[in-house]
């Protein structure tokens, strides 16, 4: 039980902060079609997670309730991969190929950089 209420808050802290940092960016974006506030969020979310997972699977420096609180919890709520298939098929419907095609090769791209980029720096700071 503690552990579902460990994941369900960090779950309600993730989903805050993706609405208040994808509204913030698309905002930066404005009048533009490109959905840059999930963009934004889930590249933020899997440089978190590549980070927060090295110091968890290598390091052991994170425990199995804490692991749960952040990465299940704060970061499943945040990382919004729901969003960008809506948002991606909202494109297509749409009929902008062209950005559809861009939005998925970003998310895609972007998002397993940045999991490396997570990887590599939690394992140049905890050498």
Known sequence: ????????????????????????????????????????VNVVGC???????????QRSLIS???????????????????AFGNETMSLLRSGALWLAGVNIIGHMLLSLIAVWLGYFTASLIWK
Do not use: C, N, W
């Not at 209420?5 to 779950?11: A, E, H, K, S, Y």
């Not at 440089?47 to 699977?57: H, I, N, Y």
């Open 47 to 57: 440089v978190l997670v590549g980070f927060l997972a090295e110091l968890a699977d």
């Open 64 to 82: 199995d309730e804490t692991r749960g609180f952040l990465i299940v919890g704060i970061l499943g709520g945040f990382t919004t991969f729901s």
């Open 1 to 40: 039980m503690r552990t579902l209420l460990l994941v369900g808050t960090g779950g309600f802290i993730g989903s805050v902060l993706r609405y208040l940092l994808s509204s913030y960016v698309q905002q930066l974006s404005k009048g533009l079609q490109f959905p840059f506030g999930t963009l934004a």
